[in-house]
């Protein structure tokens, strides 16, 4: 006999794959949905529904999107003369956000990791160097993250793109703000001198 | 056992942290904020060891703990894993880090040292060895010899030292002509040998004087030895089919190596 009902041990069972997730956890989320409104419950359930219906990615800068070209890509005010390089789609809201970005972007959907066997093949790069082709591409920015794979990645890049004469730039690497110059490593701080600017 | 292992690591009683030079191998995510790093230790050998937060922008440890450095860190004892507490890079390798080639080497020597040691076993020469080779790529361009170098000291430690003098099979001394070398027994064959066993591919008598007088001489001698591209390409060969036959699996960072070389 079972000790749970059937539908309350799937859910458990459901959450329990979730990333972050332990057993506890998955029994207490099973359980607070047992107990909320109906609606609270549907709606959840059609948010998780529509997410892997109609979320499809955009076949021009391989972001996530509802719609085929994306809402960036679609939009004629930004200036598609600038794409800049992204490792994963998680990755543009934060771009976004800082409003100082009016170009496109390319989402590569991973990092060359020769030690996991990750090569260019897995990553959209050919993708994006077949953007590149037709010159109305002025300028490239990588944008993927300041660690071993990524500055693999930029470096890889750089490679394929610059014998097609595009302005390539890379996000400057420095000191975040709140931090300490005394942890600072020396990578960081010697590239923060290196790029230091006129105050 | 627990005991055991942990004064072995100190040398003297139990305390609760611990301070030790290492160079860091790979890490891995753990959580929203945290990454397990491994790390080669001159005194531990390889260890796994958690940086807890190092993924915030304000991080501590953050640059510190990336691979291809070598760092001072003070280890706080876990119940399960140590924690990294602090970390000091001693040298970053800028100009390894700078170079696509030269990284990509760096990837293939950590992912060697990775497959070929186990947790808590002390190699110091190992450590040196790999402490050397990193320094070597940074300063020298003969990135192939330094790998070649690299590759028949790691065995070398490791007790897969190839047997380069007598045949293994019938033990007579080998001669001067295309001879062949056998994975499965970790040597040389005569060619009499050599011919019926399956596994066994033919080695040149130039690849392997070359083979010997690495497997002995320091690195400033090896360096000297000027290689063709065809003598570069058969010692690449041999050293990686006896490597992957060792590890029962193919070296992944080969076939990255291989696909910027076109």
């Known amino acids: 006999m079972m000790i749970v009902a059937e539908p309350v041990a799937k859910l458990v069972e459901a959450f329990n794959k979730l990333p972050g997730i332990g057993p506890k956890s998955a029994q207490r989320l099973a359980y607070y949905l047992l107990r909320s409104p109906d609606e609270e419950a549907k709606a959840l359930a059609e948010a998780i529904l529509t997410l892997k219906e109609r979320i499809r990615l955009c076949s021009i800068c391989f972001n996530i999107t509802v719609c085929d070209p994306c809402l960036i890509c679609q939009d004629k005010e930004r200036d598609h003369s600038k794409i800049c390089v992204v490792e994963r789609p998680l990755d543009i809201p934060p771009l976004e956000r800082t409003g100082k970005y009016k170009g496109v972007y390319h989402v590569l959907h991973g990092t060359i990791n020769p030690v996991r066997g990750i090569g260019s093949a897995e990553l959209k790069i050919k993708e994006l160097s077949s953007r590149l082709q037709d010159g109305s591409v002025k300028e490239v920015i990588l944008a993927t993250n300041p660690n071993l ?23 400057a690497r420095g ?19 290196e790029d230091r600017r006129e105050f | 056992m627990k005991t055991d292992v942990s004064s072995k690591k100190v040398g ?56 291809l450095t070598h760092s001072l860190m003070m280890l706080a004892r876990g119940r399960n894993l140590d924690i990294i507490t602090q970390s000091q890079a001693i040298d970053v390798f800028p100009a390894l880090k700078n170079d696509l080639w030269r990284t990509s080497c760096g990837f293939y020597i950590l992912e060697l040292i990775d497959s070929f040691t186990v947790e808590n076993n002390e190699n110091h020469p190992l450590f040196d060895l790999l402490l050397d080779t990193l320094h070597r ?36 001394p080998v001669k001067q002509t295309f001879n062949f070398f056998d994975p499965d027994r970790g040597g040389i064959l005569c060619p009499g040998c050599g011919q019926e066993q399956p596994g066994a591919r033919p080695l040149s008598v130039d690849a392997l004087k070359i083979l ?13 030895v000027k290689l063709g591209a065809g003598l570069r390409l058969e010692l690449e060969q041999v050293m990686q089919g006896y490597i992957k036959y060792l590890l029962q699996r193919e070296v992944k960072s080969v076939s990255w190596l291989e696909e910027l070389k076109k």
């Open chain 1, 149 to 171: 794979e990524g500055e693999t990645t930029a470096m890889y890049l750089r490679r394929i793109i610059l014998p097609l004469g595009i302005r390539i730039s890379r996000l």
């Open chain 1, 175 to 193: 000191l975040p703000f709140g931090s300490d110059l005394e942890y600072a490593d020396d990578m960081t701080l010697g590239q923060a001198l």
């Open chain 2, 12 to 67: 003297t009683g139990r305390s609760r942290s611990y301070q030790t030079q290492a160079i860091i191998i790979k890490q891995t995510r753990l959580g929203e904020v945290d990454k397990i790093i491994t790390i080669y230790t001159p005194e531990f050998g390889k260890l796994k060891a958690v940086a807890k937060g190092s993924c915030r922008p304000g991080s501590k440890l953050g640059g510190n703990v990336e691979p």
């Open chain 2, 137 to 172: 790529m940074c300063q020298d361009d003969n990135s192939e010899t330094i790998l070649r170098y690299f590759e028949l000291h790691l065995l070398n430690y490791l007790g897969y030292r190839p047997q380069l003098r007598e045949c293994v099979i019938c033990d007579s």
């Open chain 2, 212 to 224: 010997r007088l690495w497997q002995s001489c320091d690195y400033t001698t090896a360096r000297r």
